[in-house]
């Protein structure tokens, strides 16, 4: 990697021309790549929430999902909400949980910054 500049090569051949330091300076890019933190998987020391490994395999859409509405308070218990992915929901669920969002939208629409 360092002789990709040809004035670092001995050789006096590289992949870039003059290139002086070019090496040099992929490797510390490449460096600060591999430091940088993956933003989509949790902060080190930030626990999974219990229900996780429940919904693994699903997408991950439907995971921000359940994690946003039961931080919103809208689902009581995303641990049973996420063991029932993948399966049907009754027609008395959904609208329970409809109503509780129209509540929460209104409480919202009320106090925007909360």
Known sequence: ???LGAADNPNGKGWAVPGKGYGEKVTALLEQIL???DPSSPAAGT????WAK?????PQYQKDGLEALAEAGIL????TWAGRFGRDMTV???VGIMG?????????GENPAG
């Open 35 to 37: 430091r940088t933190e």
């Open 54 to 58: 429940l919904v693994a395999g699903y």
């Open 92 to 94: 008395g669920e959904a």
């Open 76 to 79: 009581d218990s995303p641990e």
């Open 47 to 50: 626990p999974e929430p219990a």
């Open 100 to 108: 509780k969002l129209l509540a929460w939208m209104r409480t919202a």
């Open 1 to 3: 990697m360092e002789w």
